[in-house]
């Protein structure tokens, strides 16, 4: 009964920009990490950038000057802004969330269904 939703993706010409969002929501105690990842046609997917609950933030080395995660923990939200897009940043963009049910309880990871960003020369 927890739900991962990302939203945001589209289609954008080189050097564009793009919004992408993701919250979590349900029976949820707490949630610690959230992130995105990515997957473009024909290879694995790949992590992108993460952002814990305390705020620490880690990025792909290839994205880290042009994209920005953020959170908003009272709504267990994250963001991604996107900018200076480059066609090899073509992907479907999952949201993944690590949540806690209930105290003393483990770490779930949930996942988003997934956004296409498509990006064109």
């Known amino acids: 009964q927890v739900q991962v939703v990302g939203s945001g993706g589209g289609l954008v010409q080189s050097g564009g920009s793009l919004r992408l969002s993701c919250a979590a929501s349900g029976s949820i105690f707490n949630v610690n990490d959230m992130g995105w990842y990515r997957q473009a046609p024909g290879k694995q997917r790949e992590f992108v950038a993460s952002v814990t609950r305390g705020g620490r933030i880690n990025y792909e080395e290839s994205v880290k000057e042009r994209f920005t995660i953020s959170r908003n923990n009272a709504q267990n939200t994250i963001w991604l802004q996107m900018d200076k897009l480059k066609p090899e940043d073509t992907a479907v963009y999952y949201c993944?969330?690590?949540?806690?049910?209930?105290?003393?309880?483990?770490?779930?990871?949930?996942w988003g269904q997934g956004t296409q960003v498509t990006v064109s020369s």
């Open positions: 993944k969330a690590m949540v806690a049910h209930e105290w003393h309880s483990g770490w779930n990871a949930y």
